[in-house]
Nanobody, 126 residues
Framework: QVQLVESGGGSVQAGGSLRLSCAAS????????MGWFRQAPGKEREGLAA???????RYADSVKGRFTISRDNAKNTLYLQMNILKPEDTAMYYC????????????????????WGQGTQVTVSS
């Protein structure tokens, strides 16, 4: 079965960095579109970054220039490098996968992903 397991979350001061990982199993990882999302208490789940099977990426304006999504198809692992973290980045972070080559205008929409991890908490203090 499809399994996505996030790790790498934690507490960091504003301006710091974290790298999240998402270990994937149970599907042909290199053929799937992958995404990172986050959800803060009382807010909707927000799409942050996505990467296609071929490596093209898309970012939300809120993280463009600070966050970098990448994938290692040999290790079946997705990454999110987060730099210049801000208190408003505090949230639960999730990775997601879908077998379809989603159009670029849909690739950050949470409703278009079939599989989700359990999340990893990121807390940024000022």
């Amino acid at each position: 079965q499809v399994q996505l397991v996030e790790s790498g979350g934690g507490s960091v001061q504003a301006g710091g960095s974290l790298r999240l990982s998402c270990a994937a199993s149970g599907f042909t990882y290199n053929k799937y579109s992958m995404g990172w999302f986050r959800q803060a208490p009382g807010k909707e789940r927000e799409g942050l970054a996505a990467i296609y099977s071929g490596g093209n990426t898309r970012y939300a304006d809120s993280v463009k220039g600070r966050f970098t999504i990448s994938r290692d198809n040999a290790k079946n692992t997705l990454y999110l490098q987060m730099n210049i973290l801000k208190p408003e980045d505090t949230a639960m972070y999730y990775c997601a996968a879908d077998s379809r080559p989603l159009p670029w205008w849909f690739v950050l929409n949470k409703n278009n992903y079939a599989y989700w991890g359990q999340g990893t908490q990121v807390t940024v203090s000022s």
